[in-house]
Structures are given as structure tokens and as C-alpha cells.
């Protein structure tokens, strides 16, 4: 777009307005350097610092007291905790596979809704796509909470099948796995079908056309043409359900039974309740690591839109 | 090319609605319920939403909230704004990559990273914790929300438009706010509204920011919420949900009326040429 020659925009931004540019990038620049990057430097350091009892509950790592270079009082003791004890490395491979799980059930209910609202006549089009974008709008904690009814022993699915004699007795569904699958899937889903909608509604008709013409099956287009194409939407909606969902917190405090372990909730009560900041801290760092790849794929496909955009 | 539905999308579609849609209705109705249970039905009463008129608890932290979210939606559009305008009109500039990093991150990162990182920077610091921590804290993510909305729409801009004004002699700083910031309106009401919404939302990243006297609704859900199930936890939801509706609804006519008039507008200038 830039490219419109010594007349156009960005000739005549760069030209002309170096200080106008600085005015506007800085703010939001400068906020995100010390409320977002700042503190994760600070993490690092916590996490290898020991824990005291103090205020605020940790030791310097350096030590300035004798002359100018400065002891290094830090410690990796944290991480080395993490390994000894079972219950964060359970923690964690619980998490990525209850993240994983879900990201494909969302996968799965999510595809053929985008591709059914992207299919549909215009006029419906967009009032579908209003009905996927309300529930992300109210309150998540409330929908969350909404589950509790409909799931406990005598909530509203129990009586429904008890009621048509189904079942006999009530099934145990809620404070356990299924119950927290169910709320991830449920809480998630629109992130899931909004970038998949958005891929699949300016795919190319006339390469599905070209396909139809020369003899193909409907099925035989969908897997050989727009599902190898929406490639990009599905990375995008996957790595959209899948980061955040490893670190919830509120879904299985909520929805989960107490022996469902998710790291989000293990560092949720290292922090509220020991009270260990430097263990939070490098459980947050060891997420983190984890987490490096699907975010960087997921800058990528972001990065790759923008492309397409300009 | 296009036949319709095939029936099985459809038979998806009514699935993954019920799915989405099913709670909040359950939600809605159960708010209304005499009983103490929201799953047993024993008759209509309003009177939960009596009870949570009356709770101060809950109260103070929806007014408190309110304010929290009212400021962080208004600087974090401005914040956004700025940001998205940056990646959409700037082309390369030194540092490009880190700020489109920093912009995207936060869309995805987990809430107890981000709530611990930033509590302990405010510690850092030695901020005091209140209402202006968890104000900052919610900019720096909804900034990020609202840079992705504010980017759709720069990008289906028309640019000739701008390159008009500055033709004309337009400093584009005057551009900027006579020309790109009116087009923008609907995407700037829209994200300033998203803004509003995850702030009001946010449990994991206020809780640990919070400091004495600044407990918000989600606070007080959660804390009433772990001790058991009351229909007045229906009755808020129910309010928030009318309340979301109804602001989307009213924005989304208003900004109907708008596009249209303004086809009327271009196509009274076609015929003027």
C-alpha cells in the first residue's frame, strides 16, 4: 500500500513527521516495555531467589555488601524443587494433555460451525456470526459458574436423563476431568471458530468450482482443497485454545474435583495460600518455556496475516 | 456453486448453538427460581434480584469494577489505537518485531503468568496495590484486544482517502483525527466495549494485583460461588447478560444507520459529478 510513490502516505510520514510517528508509537511502546516485558524479567530473577520470611517473601540474589562486584546469592534450588516433587511434573503433563484434548474437541465441534456459517447466505451471516461472538462478550466466570447446575448429581442433565429413564442413577459429572473438558471446550470454542470463519470465508469458490468441474466428489473437494487451505485458521484457532487453556486457573478451581492438577492452579496456591513466591515463580518460567513454541507459532500465523492484510 | 447447507453442517450448527446457548438460558430461567437451587424448579420468584440489590458486598465491588473498567477501556483504546496505527501505517521501523511481539503476546498468555508477573513488578516498585494497579494491569492486555479489532478495520480502509487530505495540505496529524479517526469510529466503539467487557471479566489477573479495599465483582462471584450455588449469582449473570445485549444491539444499529446513510451520501456525490 505504502508504494504510491513520492506522494504516498508512508513516503510523506517518513518525510515529513518523524516526530509525529515517535508520538504515536511511543505510548503504547513504552507502557508494554514496562508493564508487560519488565515484569517478566522480574520472574526470572525471582525464581532464582530464595524464599524468607519477609516482606516482600525472598532473598536479593546479589550481594553488594563486600565491594564492588557483587556476590551472586541466587539459587536454581526452585527448579530442581519442581523435579523432586511429583506433584508439579504431574501437574504439568496433566495440563498439556487436558489443553490438548480439549483444543481438538474444540477442533472438531468448531470446523464444521465456522464452515457452516462461512457457507451460509449472507443475510444469515453475519447474525451467526454475532451469536458466536456473544457468549465471549458475558461474563466467563458466570458461564463457568452456569455449569455447576447443569452438571452436578441432582443438576439439570442428571434429572433430565433420570427423567426419560435412561439412567437409573445420577452419573458423577461434575469435580472431575469430564467436568473440566466440558467448561474448556464450552469457554473456548468461539476463539476456536472465529479465525477458522475468517480463513474458510475468503477462500477461493472458484478453486472449489474448478474441483466440482472436473469430476471431484464433494467430500473428495473438502479434503483435498479447503481443509488443506484453512491450514492457517486452524493453527491459529488451535494455538488460541490451546496457550491459554494450559494455564487456566478458574475452570478447574471451579469445575474440577480436587485431585484434578493443573499447573495454573499449582501456582495459584504456591502464591495465596504457601505463600512462596520464588517456587510461583519459577513454576511461571517453566510454563513458560513450555509455552515459547505454540506462542512464537502463533506470532507467525499473526505476523502472516498482517501480510495479507497490507 | 453455492446449494445450500448440507444437512449435517446444519445438524452441527443447532448442536454447537444449543451448546453455546444452553447454560445462559438455564442461567436466565433458574434467576427467577423461588427455591434456593438452581436446578430444581419450584416456582417464579423476582426476589434473588431483590436480594442482590440489597447485598453491599456485591454493591461496592460492581461499582468499583465499574470504575476500573471505564478507565482501563478508555486508556487502553487510545493505547490500541496508537499501537495498531503503528503496525497498520508505519511500515518498517527499529524495533518492529519485539513491539508486534509484545502486542500479541498478551492475546494468548495464561492469567496467573501475567497476574504474577505484574504483581511483582508492582512490588518492585513498591506501588501501592489498589484500583490503580489493577487499571494498569487490564490496559496492558485489553490494549492488545483492542489493537487486533482497530487493525481489521485499518486494513479494509480505503488509504486514498488519507493520501487526499494530505494532498490537500492536511498535516497528518490533522489527517489523523479528521480523516482516519471518524472511519475508525465503529471499530473504536466496538473495542473500547470488548475493553469494558474483559475488565469486568477479570478474576485471575485482579486477584493478584488487588491490594486492601479493592475487591471487584469477580472477586466476590468467585468467593460466593466456592462456598455453593445461590440464584442470586443467576440473577447478576442475567443482568450482565441483558445489559451486554442490549449495549451490542443498540451499537450495532446505530453503526447500520450510519453505513447507510453514508452509501446514501456516496452515492449522492456519484450523482453529482
Not at chain 1, 484457532?237 to 471451579?254: C, H, N, T
Request: glycine content about 8%; aromatic content about 12%.
Amino acid at each position: 500500500m505504502s508504494a504510491g510513490g513520492a506522494g504516498g502516505l508512508g513516503a510523506r510520514l517518513r518525510a515529513r513527521l518523524f516526530s509525529q510517528r515517535t508520538v504515536v508509537l511511543l505510548p503504547p511502546y513504552i507502557w508494554l516495555l514496562l508493564f508487560f516485558l519488565a515484569p517478566f524479567v522480574i520472574v526470572l530473577k525471582l525464581s532464582i531467589s530464595e524464599a524468607a520470611i519477609a516482606m516482600p517473601p525472598y532473598l536479593p540474589i546479589l550481594d553488594w555488601a563486600d565491594g564492588l562486584i557483587p556476590d551472586f546469592t541466587g539459587t536454581f534450588y526452585n527448579f530442581s524443587f519442581l523435579f523432586t516433587d511429583d506433584l508439579y511434573v504431574v501437574a504439568y503433563l496433566n495440563s498439556i494433555k487436558i489443553a490438548l484434548v480439549s483444543t481438538i474437541a474444540c477442533l472438531l465441534i468448531g470446523y464444521p460451525m465456522a464452515y457452516g456459517i462461512a457457507k451460509a447466505p449472507g443475510t444469515w451471516r453475519n447474525a451467526l456470526l454475532m451469536l458466536v461472538i456473544l457468549p465471549f462478550w458475558t461474563s466467563f466466570l458466570i458461564r463457568v459458574y452456569a455449569w455447576i447446575g447443569i452438571l452436578k448429581n441432582n443438576g439439570i442433565l442428571n434429572n433430565l436423563l433420570i427423567g426419560l429413564g435412561i439412567i437409573d442413577q445420577p452419573l458423577p459429572m461434575l469435580h472431575n476431568d469430564f467436568s473440566v473438558y466440558v467448561g474448556i471446550v464450552y469457554s473456548y470454542l468461539p476463539f476456536m471458530i472465529l479465525p477458522l470463519y475468517a480463513n474458510l470465508a475468503k477462500m477461493d469458490e472458484s478453486l472449489l468450482e474448478a474441483a466440482a468441474d472436473l469430476g471431484a466428489k464433494p467430500w473428495k473437494t473438502f479434503l483435498a482443497v479447503t481443509l488443506p487451505l484453512s491450514v492457517p485458521g486452524i493453527v491459529a484457532g488451535s494455538m488460541l485454545v490451546f496457550i491459554p487453556a494450559v494455564g487456566e486457573f478458574v475452570i478447574p478451581e471451579l469445575l474440577g474435583g480436587p485431585d484434578t492438577l493443573m499447573i495454573g492452579r499449582v501456582l495459584w496456591n504456591e502464591f495465596f495460600h504457601n505463600r512462596d513466591w520464588p517456587v510461583a515463580s519459577a513454576v511461571a518460567i517453566a510454563m513458560l518455556l513450555f509455552l515459547v513454541v505454540p506462542i512464537v507459532i502463533f506470532q507467525h500465523y499473526q505476523g502472516k496475516t498482517d501480510e495479507a492484510a497490507s | 456453486m453455492r446449494k445450500g447447507l448440507h444437512p449435517v453442517t446444519i445438524a452441527m450448527l443447532l448442536f454447537g448453538f444449543a451448546f453455546l446457548y444452553a447454560p445462559i438460558v438455564i442461567l436466565i430461567i433458574f434467576s427467577f427460581n423461588e427455591g434456593k437451587l438452581v436446578s430444581v424448579w419450584s416456582g417464579f420468584s423476582p426476589k434473588w434480584y431483590g436480594e442482590l440489590l440489597r447485598d453491599p458486598q456485591i454493591l461496592s465491588a460492581a461499582w468499583m469494577s465499574l470504575k476500573i473498567a471505564a478507565m482501563n477501556a478508555s486508556v487502553a483504546t487510545v493505547l490500541g489505537l496508537f499501537g495498531a496505527y503503528a503496525l497498520g501505517r508505519f511500515g518498517a521501523f527499529k524495533g518492529r518485531t519485539l513491539f508486534t511481539g509484545m502486542m500479541t503476546a498478551p492475546l494468548v498468555m495464561p492469567d496467573v503468568i501475567t497476574g504474577l508477573a505484574t504483581l511483582l513488578l508492582f512490588v518492585g516498585l513498591a506501588w501501592q496495590r489498589g484500583m490503580s494497579t489493577i487499571t494498569i494491569a487490564h490496559i496492558t492486555f485489553s490494549m492488545c484486544f483492542v489493537a487486533v479489532i482497530v487493525r481489521a478495520r485499518l486494513s479494509s480502509l480505503d488509504q486514498s482517502l488519507e493520501e487526499a487530505a494530505m494532498d490537500l495540505g492536511a498535516r497528518p496529524a490533522k489527517t489523523f483525527l479528521l480523516i482516519t479517526i471518524p472511519m475508525l469510529a465503529p471499530a473504536l466503539v466496538a473495542a473500547w466495549l470488548l475493553a469494558f467487557t474483559l475488565s469486568l471479566d477479570d478474576l485471575v489477573i485482579a486477584s493478584f494485583v488487588a491490594g486492601p479495599g479493592s475487591t471487584t465483582l469477580p472477586m466476590v462471584v468467585f468467593s460466593k460461588v466456592r462456598l455453593g450455588v445461590s440464584p442470586e449469582i443467576n440473577a447478576l449473570g442475567t443482568l450482565i447478560v441483558l445489559l451486554v445485549t442490549l449495549c451490542i444491539v443498540v451499537a450495532a444499529l446505530i453503526f447500520q444507520r450510519q453505513e447507510a446513510q453514508r452509501l446514501a451520501d456516496a452515492q449522492m456525490a456519484d450523482r453529482a459529478d
